[in-house]
T-cell receptor, first 110, second 114 residues
């Protein structure tokens, strides 16, 4: 079983739509969770860390459900510039190793 | 400053060449990473250095040889590579053993092996 699993998409949505991605992780002891964004042929960039209480940054909301072992990312009012691949990353922190999901591709269309 | 730098940006090498990739960070991070990324795939971990010591080698072929000369620098020495080694090579840094501490990536070196 993979450490981290994501729906690869693609998610094709119109501008202004709300879109949600989920990601499940297998290690119940995992402590740190992140969403990264990666544009084509660029490096992954940290979008947001995911905290137990959930957190919001502008149009982006991240939530953690420890009981079901998943994290989610909600994007409201999608912009064309949100088109990218979104990577779910989990770190059990006692191993200095980050586990990546396969990435979910988002295409926002005019 | 959350910058990780990598040189060169692009590299074309023959299968008999020896070359090196370089990575530098000045965030005081004590964990540094090499990843390999193929198109439409997530980054694949190769090596982790923690406090300048190699702590993880993900069974990488010996034609890839990492080196961490000091806490700010990370090198990846390449020798006798194969065409299938062509990929984007990403360096990253973080703080070891700290929960909720994110990882920062450099822009990568796009390697083509001919």
């Amino acid at each position: 079983r993979k450490e981290v699993e994501q729906d690869p998409g693609p998610f094709n949505v119109p501008e202004g739509a709300t879109v949600a991605f989920n990601c499940t992780y297998s290690n119940s002891a995992s402590q740190s969770f992140f969403w990264y964004r990666q544009d084509c042929r660029k490096e992954p960039k940290l979008l947001m860390s995911v905290y137990s209480s959930g957190n919001e940054d502008g149009r982006f909301t991240a939530q953690l459900n420890r009981a079901s072992q998943y994290i989610s990312l909600l994007i409201r009012d999608s912009k064309l510039s949100d088109s990218a691949t979104y990577l779910c990353v989990v770190n059990p922190y006692n191993f200095n190793k980050f586990y990546f999901g396969s990435g979910t591709k988002l295409n926002v269309k005019p | 400053d959350t910058e990780v730098t990598q040189t060169p940006k692009h590299l074309v090498m023959g299968m008999t060449n020896k070359k090196s990739l370089k990575c530098e960070q000045h965030m005081g991070h004590r964990a540094m990473y090499w990843y390999k990324q193929k198109a439409k795939k997530p980054p694949e971990l190769m090596f982790v250095y923690s406090y300048e010591k190699l702590s993880i080698n993900e069974s990488v072929p010996s034609r890839f040889s990492p080196e961490c000369p000091n806490s700010s620098l990370l090198n990846l020495h390449l020798h006798a590579l194969q065409p299938e080694d062509s990929a984007l090579y990403l360096c990253a840094s973080s703080q070891p053993d700290r929960p909720n501490y994110e990882q920062y990536f450099g822009p990568g070196t796009r390697l083509t092996v001919t």
